[in-house]
């Protein structure tokens, strides 16, 4: 993290405010660093890129986002501690990542909670959403929206799995999240916290048997050359959010708040539609670049997921948000 900070300082120091005039006051140029652990070649950088474009442009000048993405910045540890101290402008993650400061935020990301992801878009938009930005704002930390990221899906580099009792004691990556690691825990497998920019290497050197990331994440970092197996668990409906700094959203004039928010609208709609049309694509792709792709008895999985991670993460949630959630119609 001390390494993330000097690096964040040092690119702060490269983007003094700059002024310019509009509507015939003068009013300080803001610009905002945008981080991400995502390689370039994916949706969601390529939706950060449409984004930056249309408030770069609408603003005239006044606002000026920079995206940094493939963990230029850090990896995703450093960016939402970055968020939350003001060293960082704004960030697309997981709104798991930010559940050691904020509890609830982890069921956003449960498995198994979301029908399917108009569910989790009626989930996230609705009240409960609203109840989260409000956790997030205790923390100095804005929700500009949420996006799909992709249903999380099981690899592995050697073993066909297909019921949860083919998982005993593998060793699965996940990211350093409580709801990810007891997961993997309910599987009766390993879990191995490893951070998102070391997991090629780590998959290569056998370090972890598997990981669990939507196909494009799988395909756009290319894991494919060396995880041969990919199980269709369909295990999280998974939403990333793109979040910004209370402070540094106070600085931006209202006008200029609505035209961010209207273009991550836009950016949203568009990665949404290209994500679902990609994950139908990849099945197909996958299989071509030497993948065995696996439908194993989902159920099996379901059946022990929910109810170990219940008993286990409910302090966390609130008692009665996964039954709320679930309920969502």
Not at 43 to 52: F, G, L, P
Not at 54 to 67: A, L, P
Not at 86 to 113: D, R, T
């Amino acid at each position: 993290m001390k390494k993330a900070i000097l690096l964040l300082l040092a690119v702060m120091l490269l983007a003094p405010a700059v002024f310019g005039r509009g509507s015939g006051e003068q009013q300080q140029k803001v610009v905002l660093r945008w981080g991400s652990v995502h390689a370039e070649t994916t949706i969601t950088t390529q939706m950060m890129r449409r984004i930056i474009q249309e408030i770069n442009s609408k603003t005239e000048g006044r606002v000026e986002i920079q995206g940094y993405p493939n963990s230029a910045l850090g990896g995703s540890r450093d960016l939402v501690e970055g968020v939350q101290a003001g060293i960082m402008e704004m960030i697309s993650e997981g709104p798991a990542q930010f559940a050691s400061w904020i509890p609830m935020a982890s069921i956003a990301e449960a498995p198994y909670i979301y029908r399917d992801v108009s569910h989790m878009n009626k989930a996230l938009n609705g009240p409960f959403g609203d109840k989260l930005n409000e956790e997030f704002l205790k923390k100095n930390v804005r929700i500009l929206g949420s996006f799909y990221y992709g249903t999380r899906q099981l690899t592995t580099s050697k073993a066909q799995i297909n019921s949860v009792k083919d998982m005993q004691g593998l060793k699965i990556r996940v990211p350093e999240v409580k709801a990810y690691v007891e997961m993997i825990n309910s599987w009766g497998a390993r879990p191995t916290p490893i951070p998102f920019g070391d997991l090629y290497m780590s998959l290569q050197t056998n370090v972890a048997d598997g990981q669990e990331n939507p196909l494009t994440t799988f395909d756009g970092q290319k894991f494919y050359e060396i995880q041969k197996y990919l199980i269709l668990t369909d295990h999280i409906i998974c939403p990333n959010m793109i979040f910004i700094n209370e402070d540094v959203w106070k600085k931006i004039s209202p006008a200029d708040q609505q035209i961010i928010q209207v273009a991550v609208a836009n950016g949203i709609a568009w990665n949404d539609a290209e994500v679902k049309k990609s994950e139908e694509d990849l099945k197909k792709d996958l299989t071509a670049k030497g993948v065995t792709v696996i439908t194993p008895d989902v159920e099996s999985f379901r059946a022990v997921t929910g109810p170990w991670l219940v008993s286990r993460m409910e302090a966390d949630w609130g008692k009665g948000t996964w039954e709320f959630i679930q309920n969502v119609k």
